[in-house]
């Protein structure tokens, strides 16, 4: 409580918000990368190369602000919820390329639900990077955050349940002409596609828990 209270109290640096915010945007020009490397099969690699290059970029930010924690005095909320943040935020983009890597190295055929799932990711995206300004004043912001946590997480069910689809159209549905290996690698692939969804989601907790000490 003293330490909050020391926080309202004392000018600070808001740099870090400015930095989620980059980060935030780099994850939509990751997720717009990764989308287009579903959406256009015969340009992957170009496509990853270009994913490759954003994630190179979104580091940087993350590098800086880990830099930033060690040398800033007054943080607008506790020095390891801004690392597991940025670290979050690092880790969606880390998820595409590998993700993108797996469809790349597999070269199965990109299915309606894998693109449903991209279009998903995207709008989460989309979702964190205009949530991301709201952390400059939490208790003031907080129904807007809250709202912006509640739609991501519903996005990431939907992604959920494009998966499901997926796998029952796999495993039950019309791919009986695939070798049980083919059909291991496709799910391969759909879990790359997953794992970025649920990283969004996992960024969304880590503010939920900002929220519950900050409000």
Known sequence: MILKLFRLLMPRDDIFVAA????????V????????MLADPANAPA?????????KEADEVNRATVRSIHRVFITPFDRSDILALTDGLDDVIDRMK????????????????MLSMAD???RACER???GMPLLSDISRNARALATMCEEVDAIESEADRALQAGMDALFNGGADGLSPGHKLMVQMVYDGIEAVADRCEDVTD????VMIEQV
């Open 47 to 55: 496509h990853h190369a270009a994913l490759s290059r954003i994630e």
């Open 20 to 27: 989620f915010a980059a980060q935030a945007a780099k994850t």
């Open 98 to 113: 590998d993700g993108g890597r797996r469809m790349l190295l597999y070269k199965v055929e990109v299915t309606p639900e």
């Open 128 to 130: 964190l990077r205009d």
């Open 29 to 36: 020009e990751a997720a717009q990368a990764f989308r287009a």
């Open 206 to 209: 880590l503010i939920q828990g």
């Open 120 to 122: 998903c990711i995207l």
